[in-house]
């Protein structure tokens, strides 16, 4: 079945130090790719999205390139701040539109040292 | 405010007791799902529902029931709790690709 694999935390980085979290991921068929984060106590809020491939996600300085020929999507920013620290999570839905379920990988802890 | 409602926020349960987490939402969206959050598992899937009267299971299913008599309501019920149950759990409900998540519930299964 489809999955979705990322890189083991935590990562620990001072802040204004450049971010990349790895995400790759195996699907049949076509899939749209996202980035949730998930701040202390809280639930999940929606980071950025792709749904084809070449298609770059962007929001608040974070960044990611939907790469089919690699089947990644990689969590880029490149000046982190403390207020960054959160839990990133990757994930795919199955099927370029909605299925109303999405396959999450394993979560990336973040922190960022003033 | 518009969103997903889960309901209570924290709860401890002795095994064998049953008890529902409620999970509501008010933006029509016609696909709900539930996810149980374990440390270094991410968020797997366990029931979610396409529309009113659909359920069906996801990856971790065994030990929950759902039901979805209406468009709003996505109850999940846990018959008899034991502490392989002790988890995060969220609602989502989703329209298209845009998916809203509950604040979670936190239960523990002693």
């Known amino acids: 079945g489809d999955s979705v694999t990322q890189m083991e935390g935590p990562v620990t980085l001072s802040e204004e130090a450049f971010l990349t979290i790895n995400c790759t991921y195996t699907a049949t068929g076509y899939p749209s790719l996202f980035w949730y984060v998930q701040y202390p106590g809280e639930g999940l809020q929606l980071l950025l999205k792709a749904t084809k491939a070449d298609d770059k996600g962007s929001n608040k300085g974070f960044e990611a390139t939907y790469r089919k020929e690699t089947t990644s999507f990689h969590l880029e920013k490149g000046s982190v701040q403390v207020s960054d620290s959160a839990v990133y999570f990757c994930?795919?839905?199955?099927?370029?539109?909605?299925?109303?379920?999405?396959?999450f990988g394993q979560g990336t802890t973040l922190q960022v040292k003033p | 405010n518009a969103g997903v409602t889960q309901t209570p926020k924290f709860q401890v349960l002795k095994t064998g007791q049953s008890m529902t987490l409620q999970c509501a939402q008010d933006m029509n969206h016609e696909y709900m799902s539930w996810y149980r959050q374990d440390p270094g598992m991410g968020l797997r899937l366990i029931h979610y529902s396409v529309g009113a009267g659909i359920t069906d299971q996801g990856e971790v299913p065994n030990g929950y029931n759902v039901s979805r008599s209406t468009t709003e309501d996505f109850p999940l019920r846990l018959l008899s709790a034991a502490p392989s149950q002790t988890s995060v759990y969220f609602c989502?409900?989703?329209?298209?690709?845009?998916?809203?998540f509950g604040s979670g519930t936190r239960l523990t299964v002693v």
């Open positions: 994930a795919l839905s199955e099927k370029a539109g909605n299925t109303g379920k999405l396959i």
């Open positions: 989502a409900s989703s329209y298209g690709l845009t998916y809203t």
